[in-house]
C-alpha cells in the first residue's frame, strides 16, 4: 500500500514562503499526474496544483504566479514552493494522485498558517 507523507508547513506571515514536500513510499511519480490538495476549515478539500509524468503543470486560478510544484521522479518526491503567501492559504496541505477514479490513502497532511 502507497503512503504519503506530506511535510513542510507551519507558521508563517503574509509575504513569506514555505516549501512543502510529498514523500511516497513506492515508485508512483512515473505512473500518474501527482497534484497538491488543500482543505482550509469548514471548506471543501480542493486542488491547488498538478503536475503531469512529463512535467507539464497547471495551477488553481488564485495561486498562479506564486506556487511552483515539482517533482524528483528518482526520490518519489513532490514540491510545492509557496511564495508571497497570503492569510487565505492558510490550510492543510496535501498531495495524491490526480486525474484516476480513486486516490491513494490520504496522508495527515501539513498545516500551513499564514498570519501576522
Known amino acids: 500500500q502507497v503512503q504519503l507523507v506530506e511535510s513542510g508547513g507551519g507558521l508563517v506571515q503574509p509575504g513569506g514562503s514555505l516549501r512543502l514536500s510529498c514523500a511516497a513510499s513506492?515508485?508512483?511519480?512515473?505512473?500518474?499526474?501527482m497534484a497538491w490538495f488543500r482543505q482550509a476549515p469548514g471548506k471543501q478539500r480542493e486542488v491547488v496544483a498538478t503536475?503531469?509524468?512529463?512535467?507539464?503543470?497547471d495551477y488553481t486560478y488564485s495561486v498562479k504566479g506564486r506556487f511552483t510544484i515539482s517533482r524528483d521522479n528518482a526520490k518519489n518526491t513532490v514540491y510545492l514552493q509557496m511564495n508571497s503567501l497570503k492569510p487565505e492559504d492558510t490550510a492543510v496541505y496535501y498531495c495524491n494522485r490526480f486525474g484516476t477514479p480513486t486516490y491513494y490513502t490520504w496522508g495527515r497532511g501539513t498545516q500551513v498558517t499564514v498570519s501576522s
Open positions: 513506492g515508485s508512483i511519480y512515473t505512473t500518474y499526474t
Open positions: 503536475i503531469g509524468i512529463g512535467g507539464s503543470t
